[in-house]
């Protein structure tokens, strides 16, 4: 409230407390969504450190170890100061001396909390080399130190001198972290050269070839982790345009060189909304959901540092193959699909599985002998489309001699190939066969005349075997 110079309020009794209540009322209202707006989101760092016996190695005339805690300390210290902002150390390689070393030699020694930086810097202070170097397990043992913790970003800046030495993936324990949504991609600070081949998909990869190098990959790595990130959902809508379709895989390329970016598996959350992605903010973007058959959105734009919605109708039905009885011999039973007109095969279904299709036209082609064709399927939402295949029979052609000769299915008037005979063997030949009219065609092969050609025409019916004797 502003009161003017030679300008006098005067206010009865009654009207004081109201007034006054009032005020107080919008001044805290007013703070309240003051303090919203300039509340940041909380921040979670996990340094995983490598307390390995290489790190033993010499950089400037000291130890990797003795540069890297001093670096690190001072980073600490500098963290301190950051609001927002919890931080937790791991070590691995500290505990058990190598050689022989232990690939569970990994410990959380200082969890999350608030102004635990003197401790993070007392335990760094006494850290000695010791062991091997269990990458993989660490990281994966990392999911549990975030545990509980989803009010947060969660965060992990990796700092080696060396490879995984355990036989693990810490690339593929990686991915699971990132998928699962447990962290986002995370840093990593290769105390040496020669091994960004291998670190570098495990996240962001930093060379550091001596002290004053790491010290500005850590601090890129720092930036990068407090600025504010791109972030996405996608909803994928069925025909009645609700974002209700989920668990399908899909992956963002970067373009125009479509190079991988990251896969995920859709997910909604609890409440039943799309699950959020971040993203390393890229100009263009390519997705593919891995539908059947697949889906592409190009040219993606994604406004940089803020929230993005991406909504993308995927409406869904399902193609079932099956057999009207049992198939002999414990035969499976395959088919093609394609789109109506198409000769692309965009899936192979096997008999009795229910596999998911977009809606749509298609083609199914029946590996059984003679192949069956299913043409103009029309797939629609929430479908389960049966393709039901009749019942085969089964034919014994029984011989003495090799012959050669062709089998034929009659079809409108005409003979169709289906089959060549087996001209080396002396043994009965079995085949399964749909139901319908045959006839083979062949000739001795010890016989050197057309003359001696012979047909023999037959019925194949369902469930029954018939015998030819050639």
């Given at each position: 409230m502003i009161f003017r110079a030679g300008f006098s309020v005067r206010f009865t009794h009654c009207?004081?407390?109201?007034?006054?209540?009032?005020?107080?009322?919008?001044?805290?209202a007013q703070l309240q969504a003051q303090n919203l707006a300039e509340k940041k989101e909380l921040k979670r760092i996990l340094f995983v450190f490598d307390a390995s016996q290489s790190m033993w190695g010499k950089w400037e005339g000291k130890s990797k170890m003795e540069l890297a805690k001093t670096l690190l300390i001072r980073v600490v210290d500098s963290l301190q100061q950051v609001p927002d902002t919890e931080l937790a150390l791991r070590l691995y390689g500290h505990q058990f001396p190598y050689p022989p070393g232990k690939c569970t030699d990994s410990k959380l020694e200082v969890p999350f909390a608030k102004n635990n930086h003197f401790r993070i810097k007392s335990v760094l202070r006494n850290l000695t080399p010791k062991g091997t170097t269990p990458i993989a397990y660490s990281l994966g043992e990392a999911a549990k130190d975030f545990a509980g913790l989803t009010d947060s970003r969660n965060m992990i800046i990796l700092i080696t001198d060396g490879l995984e030495e355990c036989g693990g993936d810490p690339c593929a324990v990686s991915r699971d972290l990132q998928a699962a949504g447990i962290i986002m991609k995370p840093f990593v600070i290769g105390l040496g050269t020669g091994m960004s081949g291998e670190l570098d998909c495990i996240g962001t990869y930093f060379d550091?070839?001596?002290a004053d190098h790491f010290a500005k990959a850590l601090n890129l790595a720092l930036k990068q982790v407090s600025k504010d990130l791109t972030t996405l959902t996608v909803e994928l809508?069925?025909?009645?345009?609700?974002?209700?379709v989920t668990d399908i895989a899909m992956t963002f390329y970067e373009q125009p060189d479509n190079t991988n970016?990251?896969?995920?598996?859709?997910?909604?959350?609890?409440?039943?909304?799309?699950?959020?992605l971040y993203l390393d903010h890229h100009p263009t973007y390519r997705l593919e959901l891995h539908t059947r058959p697949s889906l592409h959105l190009d040219n993606i734009k994604l406004l940089e540092k803020q929230h993005n919605t991406l909504v993308v109708p995927v409406v869904q039905g399902k193609i079932k193959l099956s057999a009207a009885g049992s198939m002999p011999f414990g035969r499976e039973l395959y088919g093609l699909v394609k789109r109506c007109g198409s000769d692309e095969i965009i899936h192979v279904v096997q008999a009795e599985q229910s596999e998911e299709f977009l809606a749509g036209c298609y083609d199914i082609e029946v590996l059984s002998l003679p192949r069956l064709m299913f043409e103009g399927v029309v797939l629609e939402e929430n479908q389960v489309k049966n393709i039901t295949v009749p019942q085969p029979g089964v034919l014994v052609m029984q011989r003495r001699h090799p012959v050669f000769g062709d089998l034929f299915v009659e079809h409108n008037g005409s003979l169709v190939w289906i089959y060549s005979l087996d001209s080396e063997s002396v043994t009965t030949e079995s085949l399964v066969l749909l139901p319908g009219n045959y006839r083979v065609i062949y000739r001795a092969a010890r016989a050197r005349k057309v003359a001696y050609t012979r047909e023999i025409s037959f019925t194949i019916t369902s469930g029954k075997s018939i015998k030819v004797k050639l």
């Open positions: 009207f004081v407390f109201p007034l006054l209540l009032l005020v107080f009322l919008l001044v805290s550091a070839d001596d809508t069925d025909g009645n345009n609700v974002p209700r970016l990251s896969s995920f598996v859709h997910t909604l959350t609890s409440s039943g909304v799309a699950d959020t």
